[in-house]
């Protein structure tokens, strides 16, 4: 798992980061092992970009985004998706982002970047 993350910290606070942009969370039990990793390591925050995913998790009507977002509150982690998300192109998709932002669990950040985020 850790060629394609890293742990970090910033403002002593630690998370899991992506150090790649490349698609490695492909199915659930990908995503699965991630949150173990992060755990395993002391950190329930997860900072990805949109690349990280395969481009089925865009696409609703597949359930992967569903099953695995599902996991971000049984598992009591946070997760950020960080990127320009240009793969998305059903506004029920946006409406999902849009939602997840009003909460606290899922944020979905368009037009950052991995060095511009700030963990808080």
Request: proline share 1%.
């Amino acid at each position: 798992m850790n060629q394609y993350v890293s742990l970090q910290s910033q403002s002593d606070r630690a998370f899991v980061a992506s150090c790649s942009s490349i698609q490695f969370i492909r199915t659930a039990k990908d995503f699965l092992e991630l949150l173990a990793w992060g755990m395993e390591h002391g950190t329930t925050l997860f900072i990805l970009e949109d690349s990280n995913f395969v481009r089925e998790f865009y696409d609703l009507k597949t359930g992967l985004a569903g099953e695995l977002l599902q996991k971000i509150p049984n598992y009591r982690v946070r997760l950020a998706i960080v990127g320009t998300f240009g793969m998305v192109t059903s506004d029920r998709f946006r409406e999902l982002m849009a939602e997840a932002n009003k909460g606290s669990q899922v944020h979905f950040a368009r037009g950052y970047v991995m060095n511009e985020i700030t963990v808080k």
